[in-house]
Nanobody, 127 residues
Framework: QVRLVSSGGGSVQPGGSLTLSCEASGYDLSRAITGWFRQDPGKEREGVAARYNANGRTAYADSVKGRFDISYDSSTNTLNLQMNSLKSEDTGLYYC????????????????????WGQGVQVTVSG
């Protein structure tokens, strides 16, 4: 049984940092395309960051480039998202996702390519 369990959401003031984690079981993420998505109420899920763990290549939405960092810890089969210099517009419900096999990079931030999803974790930036 495949499970992606997310953690690390919370509330922070603008300019602050948070780290989200997504631990996988029943599914080896080491050769998967993995991603983080944000969803606001009434809106579609939006790709924030993605990573192909087999070679470490990453993709980011323009709105988070230079502030967010997606990484993979092979020892724990966990996907992480380090979020720095947070802004109010980063507020939302964040989901992790994974997909095999490989597909071209230009599609990595599209939600419809992913096979497996974690539960959402709330990130609130205000103050």
């Amino acid at each position: 049984q495949v499970r992606l369990v997310s953690s690390g959401g919370g509330s922070v003031q603008p300019g602050g940092s948070l780290t989200l984690s997504c631990e996988a079981s029943g599914y080896d993420l080491s050769r998967a395309i993995t991603g983080w998505f944000r969803q606001d109420p009434g809106k579609e899920r939006e790709g924030v960051a993605a990573r192909y763990n087999a070679n470490g290549r990453t993709a980011y939405a323009d709105s988070v480039k230079g502030r967010f960092d997606i990484s993979y810890d092979s020892s724990t089969n966990t996907l992480n998202l380090q979020m720095n210099s947070l802004k109010s517009e980063d507020t939302g419900l964040y989901y992790c996702a994974a997909k095999l096999p490989w597909i071209p990079e230009h599609r990595w931030l599209q939600s419809d390519i992913y096979n497996y999803w974690g539960q959402g974790v709330q990130v609130t930036v205000s103050g």
